[in-house]
C-alpha cells in the first residue's frame, strides 16, 4: 500500500506565495516521477508541473516562471513553489507519483489540497 500525503495549501492574496508538499509512503521499491495536477470541480485535470527521479521538470505554460517543483527522492518527497499567484490558479491541487509497489508500477494520487486565491 502506497499513501502520498499532501500540505500547504491555502488562501493567499493575488500576487502572494504559497508552498505545497508532498509525501510518499508505504511499501515503495522506486518512485520514477512527482508530480502536480490541479482540478477545479466540473473541469478536467490539468497537470501543473511534474518532476522526474532524473531531475527533469516540465510545467504547463501558464505557470512557468511563477511556480517550482522540487524533489527528494532519497525521502519520497515532492514540493511545488507557488508565487505571484493568480486568481485563476484558484484550485485543488492533488499530489502524483509514478511508484513502482510490490513490483508492480502505478500511479498513485494523493487527496487534494485546496489552493484559493483572493483578495
Known amino acids: 500500500q502506497v499513501s502520498l500525503v499532501e500540505s500547504g495549501g491555502g488562501l493567499v492574496q493575488p500576487g502572494g506565495s504559497l508552498r505545497l508538499s508532498c509525501v510518499a509512503s508505504?511499501?515503495?521499491?522506486?518512485?520514477?516521477?512527482m508530480a502536480w495536477y490541479r482540478r477545479a470541480p466540473g473541469n478536467e485535470g490539468e497537470l501543473v508541473a511534474r518532476i522526474t527521479i532524473d531531475g527533469a521538470t516540465n510545467y504547463t505554460d501558464s505557470v512557468k516562471g511563477r511556480f517550482t517543483i522540487s524533489g527528494d527522492f532519497a525521502k519520497n518527497t515532492v514540493n511545488l513553489q507557488m508565487n505571484n499567484l493568480k486568481p485563476e490558479d484558484t484550485d485543488v491541487y492533488y499530489c502524483?507519483?509514478?511508484?513502482?509497489?510490490?513490483?508492480?508500477?502505478?500511479?498513485?494520487w494523493g487527496q487534494g489540497t485546496q489552493v484559493t486565491v483572493s483578495s
Open positions: 502524483n507519483g509514478d511508484i513502482r509497489s510490490w513490483g508492480v508500477r502505478w500511479q498513485y
Open positions: 508505504g511499501r515503495i521499491s522506486t518512485v520514477y516521477g
